[in-house]
């Protein structure tokens, strides 16, 4: 079992930015690929980025591609999100989700096997 907890969102004015975390608990953080998702008011939950096990392959959606960036600290069992130029748009709930398994293909969203209770993300024009 993995207990994820976003933290890190807020209002912010359009071009600013913010840095969401994601910490975990309990089984090997290392084991997993972390993904972030959002879901505005009235749509469906979105990709926004993953990151394999080691971090060293990311994917991103188009639509926040060179604005937003994905790491991650094993040590610290962490996974964050730098948004940078966020926009009104960029409006959301934010989540946080995991996925247990060795490779480094993208998954799907139904096979994130935890998600966090997500942080909400306003942007102001």
């Known amino acids: 079992q993995v207990h994820l907890v976003e933290s890190g969102g807020g209002f912010v004015q359009a071009g600013g930015s913010l840095r969401l975390s994601c910490a975990a608990s309990?089984?090997?953080?290392?084991?997993?690929?972390m993904g972030w998702f959002r879901q505005a008011p009235g749509k469906e939950r979105e990709f926004v980025a993953h990151?394999?096990?080691?971090?060293?392959?990311?994917y991103y959606a188009d639509s926040v591609k060179s604005r937003f960036t994905i790491s991650r600290d094993n040590a610290k069992s962490t996974v964050y999100l730098y948004m940078n130029s966020l926009k009104p748009e960029d409006t959301a709930v934010y989540y946080c989700?995991?996925?247990?398994?060795?490779?480094?293909?993208?998954?799907?969203?139904?096979?994130?096997?935890?998600w966090g209770q997500g942080t909400q993300v306003t942007v102001s024009s």
């Open positions: 989700a995991a996925r247990q398994y060795s490779g480094i293909n993208l998954p799907q969203i139904n096979e994130y096997d935890y």
């Open positions: 309990g089984r090997t953080f290392s084991s997993y690929g």
């Open positions: 990151i394999s096990r080691s971090g060293g392959t990311t």
